[in-house]
């Protein structure tokens, strides 16, 4: 029998890998958060 495993150049590969995404979540949380503080500390 053959070997029906996915060839290396056959996949594709995803348009980000999840470290990429996690960095880009975790910088909109902080720029999310840091524009609220700035909200904040400019009321007063």
């Keep these: ?3 029906k495993s996915p060839r290396q150049g ?5 348009s980000k890998s999840i ?3 996690r960095a880009d979540k ?3 949380a902080t ?3 840091d ?3 700035a909200a904040t500390v ?3």
């Design 31 to 33: 720029a999310a958060s």
């Design 35 to 37: 524009a609220a503080k």
């Design 1 to 3: 029998m053959s070997d």
């Design 42 to 44: 400019k009321k007063k």
């Design 26 to 28: 975790r910088d909109k």
């Design 19 to 21: 470290k990429e995404k």
């Design 10 to 14: 056959m996949t594709q590969k995803s």
